[in-house]
């Protein structure tokens, strides 16, 4: 694996980070704290490519490569940890399971709608009895004639009252457990789709994220997502790419909290020098650089191994366990750094703290994480 970016990696990460810095990151204090919506930036972002990074060109994106999409998700997030999981998200959870499981037609017709940000993307797997569990799913989806008939309620969606293109899993043969799901592109447009309750959430609370209530929803023969049966493989595959966008969006949260612990020790003063002159504050600073670098390698390594087209769900599952307990770790150091303004909301390191727990719990907990590395490691 070659450690350093390419030339136009390193382009790109340079014009996000810009746009980042000067779009992104100004907002994201007052996004959280009224629970809104990035719209504006999705819509910049869609006209810089971002929102289409993965999918190819032809279908209307950008057809990036995984290492070049988490350098991408891992800037957005450095500015903005709920604008990058919606990002993360739209690309891994929604697009790319179409770009891999779509017929050329469901190519066709909702790639470009993703990759222009015309409707934001979502994956609805999440139910109330079924989260580390995600076999258990109990929304069910009945062939009547031309239409499946999905009756069921998704849970902790994230973009949910705001999607409007969603992948969805119901059972078509409830004899067969797990190997009874199906995938389905739901568009919420269609007939008996509607929006639940949102949450309230701790962290990354510009990404709203509610309930996704299927009630006789008619969804068309041809959104059949693969073939029927396929749901639970279709399922997993894809949330192997999303942990490499959340590993890349933890990445982030611990590079912003560096960012300012680095920051304000310079400024600070006490006992008449800046914090930064402390042997105790150096060392938290340099142990925080470590780890994200560490993070950063892992979640690349990942990344370059799906490239390659070899099987990364270990490599996918490290870098998630890791990267998320270094998010956690720096923004719980940031707040040591900042001392009692840290434990206010004047800074932004307590967003960071709060943002960043949420890396070790979706898309699979950090105890699942380990299974799967188990599950590789032992088979
Ligand atoms: C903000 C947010 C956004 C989300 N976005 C989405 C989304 O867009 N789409 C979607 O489908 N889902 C989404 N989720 C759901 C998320 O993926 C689940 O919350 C997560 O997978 C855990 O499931 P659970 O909450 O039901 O916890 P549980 O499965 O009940 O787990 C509770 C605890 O038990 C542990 N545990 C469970 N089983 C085992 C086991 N076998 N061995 C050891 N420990 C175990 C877990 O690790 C955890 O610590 C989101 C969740 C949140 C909070």
Not at 169 to 191: H, P
Not at 244 to 264: F, P, T
């Amino acid at each position: 694996m070659i450690l350093e970016l390419n030339e136009q990696q390193n382009m790109i990460r340079n014009m996000v980070r810009e746009f980042a810095e000067k779009e992104v990151r100004p907002k994201a204090a007052e996004l959280d704290e009224k629970e809104e919506y990035p719209h504006t930036s999705l819509k910049r972002m869609a006209e810089l490519g971002i929102l289409g990074a993965i999918i190819p060109q032809e279908y209307g994106g950008a057809g990036l490569d995984t290492v070049t999409y988490s350098v991408i998700i891992e800037e957005i997030s450095r500015a903005c940890a709920s604008t990058g999981v919606v990002t993360s998200v739209h690309n891994s959870l929604t697009a790319w399971p179409i770009m891999h499981y779509g017929t050329e037609e469901q190519k066709k017709k909702y790639l470009p709608i993703l990759a222009k940000g015309e409707k934001i993307g979502a994956f609805g797997g999440t139910e109330p009895m079924a989260g580390s569990d995600l076999g258990a799913m109990q929304t069910t989806a009945e062939l009547k004639g031309e239409n499946y008939i999905l009756n069921g309620t998704k849970t902790f969606i994230t973009s949910g009252p705001e999607a409007g293109i969603i992948i969805a899993f119901g059972i078509t043969d409830k004899e067969a457990g797990a190997r009874g799901l199906s995938a389905f592109i739901v568009d919420s447009d269609f007939e008996g789709y509607s929006v639940g309750g949102i949450f309230d959430k701790i962290g990354i609370n510009a990404s709203l994220t509610s309930e996704l209530i299927f009630e006789d929803m008619v969804v068309p023969k041809e959104n059949l997502l693969g073939k029927e049966g396929e749901g639970f493989k279709i399922a997993l595959a894809t949330l192997d790419g999303g942990r490499i966008g959340i590993a890349s969006q933890a990445v982030g949260i611990a590079q912003a909290a560096l960012d300012e612990s680095v920051e304000y020790s310079k400024q600070r003063q006490q006992f008449g020098k800046p914090l930064s002159k402390f042997q105790a504050i150096q060392w938290m600073i340099s142990e925080m650089a470590t780890k994200i670098e560490a993070a950063r390698l892992l979640t690349r390594s990942a990344a370059y191994v799906k490239d390659t087209g070899a099987r990364f769900s270990k490599e996918a599952a490290m870098a998630k366990l890791f990267a998320a307990d270094t998010a956690s770790w720096c923004a719980d150091r940031a707040i040591q750094v900042h001392g009692g303004y840290g434990y206010t909301k004047e800074y932004p390191v307590e967003r960071l703290y709060r943002d960043a727990r949420i890396t070790g719990i979706y898309e699979g907990t950090s105890e699942v994480m380990k299974m799967v590395i188990a599950g590789s490691l032992l088979r």
